[in-house]
């Protein structure tokens, strides 16, 4: 890890993206051996509102949640909405071997704590799940209700099956890692050249794309999987919980579709509430549903 570089992408990258006219928030977080790292976060809506915390996924960014931002931070929440280190604005480390599951749990306790957020209403989906799912089994106090879609908290235990593994194979030896065309693929509907190119303007060059590259060999997928006990952990934790738990999973997710099935069985917060199956949505549910998600997630936050 001594030989590896922190990068920033160029700022003029992010110039002119459509439908996201958000300011720009930073904090720095310790990043152990490469020293402090810079965060990015989206923080809209009134200061001393209610939190939403949105969190996403693979190989994406906030700009993820521009369809959810402003109508939730309209309807008087706080939206607060971070890069993972390796994504978006946030800095970047050029080696696949600095990025950890716990390394990025860790990162983002750190992000919660210098914000000083509580009480928050979460949302996440792909990797944004699994993360805030270890944050609200690690940390439940701080959170009051969740809403997840299109995401699981593997232990290593059971098969990721063959479409996982095929998207892993490509994502460790594919010689252009096509980011924005990775995200277009995982819609349903579809999505402009405009939007594409916004996924790709958090990578200049292949360097900037390791953390990228190591989130598919992340997910646990065998027993002894360096974060297999933690994970154990965790689900123990959410069995527990009792808190407002809603599922949102899509129909035409291939990968990730009845996921919700497993969380509305162990979750005991899960009962009761108004899950729903996003339809004509893919993995990527805030591209293909992002005003009916913001609507869904706004009487979800209120009501319970």
């Given at each position: 890890?001594g ?23 930073y ?51 706080r ?14 480390i ?54 997840i ?7 290593g ?11 892993r ?8 890692f ?27 060059d ?27 952990a ?17 129909d ?12 509305q ?6 009962s009761?509430?108004?899950h729903?199956i ?25 009501q319970?």
């Amino acid at each position: 890890m001594g030989n590896a570089n922190v990068l920033r992408t160029p700022q003029e990258r992010f110039e002119n993206l459509p439908d996201y006219p958000f300011a720009a928030n930073y904090l720095n977080i310790d990043g152990g051996d490469h020293g402090p790292l810079r965060m990015h976060y989206v923080d809209e809506g009134p200061k001393d509102g209610p939190v939403v915390l949105l969190l996403h996924g693979e190989p994406t960014w906030s700009y993820l949640y521009r369809k959810m931002i402003p109508p939730v931070a309209e309807a008087g929440f706080r939206v607060v909405a971070p890069d993972f280190i390796g994504f978006g604005k946030s800095d970047k480390i050029d080696d696949r071997n600095a990025y950890s599951y716990l390394g990025h749990v860790t990162w983002m306790k750190q992000f919660l704590a210098a914000l000083g957020l509580k009480d928050m209403t979460f949302f996440g989906q792909d990797w944004g799940g699994l993360i805030g799912l270890r944050l609200v089994a690690e940390e439940p106090d701080l959170f009051a209700r969740v809403m997840i879609g299109n995401t699981a908290l593997p232990t290593g235990d059971h098969d990721l099956g063959e479409a996982f593994k095929q998207w892993r194979e490509y994502s460790q030896t594919t010689p252009e890692f096509n980011i924005g065309g990775i995200v277009s693929r995982g819609t349903a509907r579809g999505m402009s050249d405009a939007a594409i190119a916004a996924y790709d303007a958090p990578f200049p060059d292949e360097s900037h794309k390791a953390g990228a590259r190591a989130f598919p060999m992340l997910v646990p997928a065998s027993p002894d999987d360096p974060a297999a006990p933690d994970q154990r952990a965790a689900w123990e934790s959410l069995r527990r919980f009792e808190k407002p738990f809603l599922t949102c999973f899509s129909d035409k997710d291939m990968i990730m579709r009845g996921g919700e099935k497993i969380f509305q069985k162990l979750v005991p917060g899960t009962s009761g509430q108004n899950h729903f199956i996003t339809e004509n949505a893919s993995h990527f549910l805030q591209e293909d549903a992002g005003p009916l998600l913001a609507e869904k997630l706004i009487a979800f936050a209120r009501q319970s």
